[in-house]
């Protein structure tokens, strides 16, 4: 409150009081008790009035302190429990929690862990992944731009997401404890197996198996792949204690049509204390056919080398880039891309009339327009000399088949001539294109079917800044390649539309995400969004049967069915209105990669210990732990003083009193016969 403020307030009372006087008391000769309390309610009435008039500002200034965040990670795995280190994880928490001189210095935090992260809730120690990177970044989310030190407490093997001794930053202190044996016994472990989705008939396909030896003696042992009672391949496999890892290449050959299981196990006469890690399954899809594209341009491009990897990305599929009087056998394909096509493509176009081929097309700065009006009627192109750059919309109502938005509208714009296109009735729109923040209302990636023929149309060149994004965006280029995939599969068949489509996997890991997801169209082949689907799954050796509801998304409907045993399973999807169904089958590989470890990974969280300034503990050390935080400077209690000023017109009850003055002054006035 200001010195002028405090003045007019002295001032306000004398005033005050002085009409308070002059009213009840000048010149009266009666000072009666009922005068006293009149002249009392006059002043405080007439002061009040003043007081809003001045209307001073009131200034509150509040302490409060802040203690510094101790956030306790605990691991709930399966794997913890396979160690048999719940019991101790539970004990090491609850001293922590309890401990007195933590809970009086620290703001205790306590979060549990396993694929995903979360508040502490109940510790049952089933995780089937291990996701130490997570953790690391949600906690700084949590808790951003402020300094805490972090207990982790956990084995450290980590089975999903990226490496975390880098993800926890060098700002906050972690001490992991360890749990877990750290004994070095003797193991055999099959520690990753490559092989690809697919195979083609009577081919064969690579294997290739990484194997680790831990042990202080030399030792030989059998590694083989199995495919029911059949051996494929054996061979024996030498460790020491210098050679501690092997790799092993086989070759197999692809002779039946289908889901294919196999078994690769690691074996020795000597004894371990985890088998479980000897034996991997695998599968493979055996197929008896291939999509061949073929990449037409006249031009180099960086484009055209972004759409081979991404074509090529799945074994099904093989590019072939030629020029356009390079080409001579069409049938040899089942694609045909046109990347930005000229007059010089006419002989090229004139022998697909024969042949029929889907194709899709690809414009940019060098497209021939007019010519390319003359080979499709889908679209019609009324374009200028000038370019321009065309950012993407994703269209959430396309349904020609499920695809999901990649972040389109993050990437880079594409670049085509500058004008108008018009689209006719049977084009379907996956991306819509603008001009920085203006709609065009045109097509930058658009789709046709007429008469069996599928057609589809990219109208932009620098689709490979695309890919870059999304690599840039995910940290890997599946995402991006798997959209490129469903174009040249909707390409690579003319079959007729079906009302019912289902995606699904042929097989799975156990402890995978296993989503299934279906399409329901109506007779206009629109995307039915009341459709009632559901899955019946069944497990082909015991029979026992499930029943599941598929949720609607944005253009498809899911179902997540985690928690299957492993096994073969036949399902069917069904719209419970129209009766319609599709049938299909998928197997779960007995796999848990929670149960692949003997000791905890003490090397890596040493590594995460000393990158964040921190130390690395046992059980037994707990209590040095404590002790060490509760001294360390580096950690103190903040002292926080927040001052509000509101001025005093905002007070509604102070008016209310004024009112409540005059008030009683007016009715005790009238009572005595004053007035």
């Given amino acids: 409150m200001t010195t002028n403020s405090i003045l007019l307030i002295i001032l306000s009372l004398i005033i005050a009081a002085w009409l308070s006087y002059f009213q009840y008391y000048f010149k009266v000769k009666s000072n009666s008790k009922v005068n006293l309390l009149l002249a009392f309610l006059r002043f405080m009435g007439v002061f009040g009035i003043l007081l809003l008039l001045i209307n001073p500002i009131i200034t509150n200034t509040t302490t409060e302190l802040e203690k510094p965040i101790l956030a306790i990670i605990i691991d709930n795995s399966s794997s913890i429990a396979y160690l048999k280190e719940d019991k101790s994880e539970t004990e090491l928490l609850s001293k922590l929690q309890s401990n007195p001189e933590l809970k009086e210095k620290f703001n205790i935090q306590s979060y549990q862990f396993d694929f995903d992260f979360s508040a502490l809730k109940k510790l049952d120690f089933k995780g089937n992944q291990s996701n130490i990177d997570k953790v690391a970044k949600d906690l700084q989310a949590i808790n951003r731009n402020k300094s805490f030190p972090t207990i982790v407490i956990t084995d450290g093997n980590q089975t999903s997401g990226n490496d975390y001794v880098y993800s926890f930053g060098d700002a906050n202190k972690v001490f992991p404890i360890v749990v877990g044996d750290t004994t070095k016994v003797l193991d055999l472990k099959i520690n990753q197996l490559n092989v690809n989705k697919y195979a083609f008939l009577k081919n064969q396909f690579p294997v290739e198996v990484f194997l680790q030896y831990s042990g202080n003696k030399s030792i030989t042992a059998d590694f083989q792949i199995t495919q029911g009672n059949t051996v494929l391949n054996k061979q024996k496999v030498s460790f020491s204690p210098s050679k501690n890892t092997a790799v092993v290449n086989v070759l197999l050959t692809a002779s039946k049509i289908g889901t294919q299981l196999y078994k690769a196990s690691l074996t020795s006469s000597e004894k371990e204390k985890n088998n479980h890690n000897n034996t991997k399954n695998f599968a493979l899809e055996v197929i008896d056919q291939k999509t061949n594209v073929a990449i037409v341009s006249s031009i180099n491009h960086p484009d055209i080398a972004a759409l081979k990897r991404a074509i090529e990305s799945n074994v099904q599929h093989k590019v072939t880039i030629v020029k356009p009087k390079q080409i001579n056998q069409l049938n040899d394909y089942n694609v045909l891309v046109l990347y930005q096509p000229i007059s010089e493509f006419k002989a090229v176009i004139d ?325």
């Fill in 351 to 675: 022998a697909n009339k024969g042949t029929r081929l889907n194709t899709f097309t690809i414009t940019g700065t060098h497209t021939d327009f007019n010519f390319l009006n003359q080979l499709q009627k889908d679209l019609e192109f009324k374009m200028t000399a000038q370019k321009e750059d065309y950012l993407a919309m994703f269209n959430t109502q396309f349904n020609l088949f499920a695809i999901d938005n990649i972040g389109f509208e993050n990437f880079p714009p594409l670049q085509n001539a500058y004008g108008t296109i018009k689209t006719n009735s049977n084009t379907n729109i996956l991306l819509w294109s603008k001009i920085r923040a203006i709609n065009t209302q045109a097509p930058l990636l658009a789709f046709s079917e007429n008469q069996g023929s599928r057609s589809a149309y990219l109208l932009g060149e620098n689709s490979w800044k695309w890919r870059l994004e999304s690599h840039i965006q995910n940290d890997s280029f599946e995402k991006y390649d798997v959209f490129i995939g469903k174009i040249i599969q909707f390409l690579a068949t003319n079959s007729t539309k079906k009302s019912l489509v289902v995606n699904h996997e042929s097989f799975y890991n156990s402890g995978d995400a296993i989503e299934i997801t279906a399409q329901y169209f109506n007779k206009n082949y629109e995307f039915d969004q009341k459709a009632h689907l559901n899955i019946t799954v069944v497990n082909s050796k015991n029979k026992q049967t499930k029943t599941y509801d598929l949720l609607k998304g944005n253009n498809a409907y899911k179902v997540n069915l985690d928690g299957l045993n492993a096994g073969s399973y036949h399902f069917t999807v069904k719209e419970l209105n129209s009766k319609t169904s599709y049938s299909g089958h998928f197997e779960i590989l007995d796999f848990d990669i929670e149960k692949q470890f003997v000791n905890p990974d003490v090397n890596r969280l040493n590594q995460l210990a000393n990158i964040t300034k921190g130390k690395v503990y046992y059980p037994n050390q707990v209590d040095t732990l404590i002790q060490s935080l509760v001294t360390d400077e580096n950690y103190k209690t903040i002292e926080k003083s927040s001052t509000s000023r509101s001025p005093l017109i905002d007070w509604k009850y102070l008016l209310l009193l004024i009112c409540s003055f005059f008030a009683a002054e007016w009715f005790i006035r009238k009572y005595n016969g004053l007035l």
